[in-house]
């Protein structure tokens, strides 16, 4: 939940009329079948737009826009087997007619079929190299696949192609936090949100790299804004509300951090959080002190190292050393990273 980055979905086809091309890519009439198609398609008259492509194949069944059509027109009225089967066509006739590739590699993207799904973007790159929506599909492809270096090279081919494409901006800089390179993702996320200012998903994203790079004042106002713009984005008011911790305005952040938690009951995470900022404002005892609120973060995720670290740090505040070092001593049981037991221990030195 923390710091989530969400990905858009592939760029798969959206408009029953295809690209009409000739070999040299000149643009030519469309085929009256295919606007009518699109027309009864947009209408919501699926069955109607399909019948118009097939009266039409009849005539034509060696017309790979008339099959691609066809496989849009299938693919919105929900029948993505048959509309592959309808680009597979198209293809068969024309190998190099990208937009079909493209369209059976976004159905495999759907189905988790990473490697049939690149080659299928890797075809449509093939036949036309400045397809900026096969090259963001690739990206979207390598990432799922755990292959990072491949999705940052096909995703900054695509960004060059359409820098202003937001779906584009947005992976990228997934992708450049997944490899470390935490400058330029927020430069391509800051991007981002300059060319979506009302996206609420693209501005708590930029609030999380914010964060983590310690721009909190910055981050706070991404976060604000994205709930201004989504009330409900439980991810955008916890990051709201750790921004306001790090201000020093923990009284403001434990109204989000008690409606969070009457959202999310089971969210460990929400009952560390809390109990971070009520120890920040010093109210560790009683049954509403940060002490509750982190032991009961823990009874949902024994293994939370934030809440156990916070209680070792409240137990160290309140110089109640022996409970402290108890807690060091539980938490150390559980074979922690080396980074959270060094944290553990150093939260430990109000004791010493």
Request: aromatic share 4%; glycine share 6%; charged share 30%.
């Amino acid at each position: 939940m923390a710091g989530a980055l969400l990905a858009c979905g592939p760029k798969g086809p959206t408009e029953t009329t295809p690209p009409a091309t000739t070999g040299d890519d000149e643009t030519v009439p469309e085929a009256p079948p295919i606007e009518r198609s699109g027309q009864l398609t947009n209408a919501g008259r699926h069955a109607e737009a399909i019948a118009v492509l097939d009266e039409a194949l009849a005539k034509k069944p060696g017309d790979p826009e008339l099959h691609y059509a066809r496989g849009v027109a299938l693919a919105q009225a929900g029948r993505g087997d048959e509309a592959v089967a309808a680009w597979k066509e198209a293809v068969r006739i024309d190998p190099k007619y990208y937009p079909a590739h493209n369209g059976i590699g976004a159905v495999a993207l759907d189905a988790g079929r990473l490697d049939e799904a690149a080659v299928a973007f890797e075809a449509a790159i093939a036949a036309k190299p400045d397809f900026a929506d096969a090259h963001y599909n690739l990206g979207r492809a390598a990432r799922a696949n755990g292959q990072n270096e491949r999705a940052a090279a096909a995703l900054t081919e695509a960004n060059r192609l359409a820098p202003e494409d937001v779906d584009v901006l947005f992976l990228l800089a997934q992708v450049d936090r997944d490899l470390g390179k935490r400058d330029e993702a927020l430069a391509v996320a800051t991007k981002a949100a300059s060319l979506a200012p009302d996206d609420p998903e693209v501005r708590r994203t930029l609030g999380h790299l914010l964060m983590e790079a310690d721009k909190v004042r910055e981050a706070q106002v991404e976060f604000s804004t994205a709930l201004q713009k989504r009330p409900d984005d439980n991810d955008a008011k916890l990051g709201l509300a750790r921004a306001l911790v790090k201000l020093e305005r923990a009284d403001e952040a434990l109204v989000h951090l008690a409606d969070l938690a009457a959202r999310l009951p089971d969210q460990a995470v929400v009952w560390s959080e809390w109990g971070a900022a009520l120890a920040k404002l010093g109210r560790l005892d009683g049954p509403d002190g940060a002490l509750a609120k982190l032991d009961k973060a823990l009874t949902l995720k024994p293994d939370l190292a934030s809440a156990h670290i916070r209680k070792i740090g409240a137990l160290a505040q309140a110089k109640q050393c022996k409970p402290a070092k108890e807690a060091l001593k539980s938490f150390t049981a559980k074979s922690p990273k080396p980074d959270a037991l060094a944290q553990a221990k150093a939260a430990l030195t109000g004791c010493k």
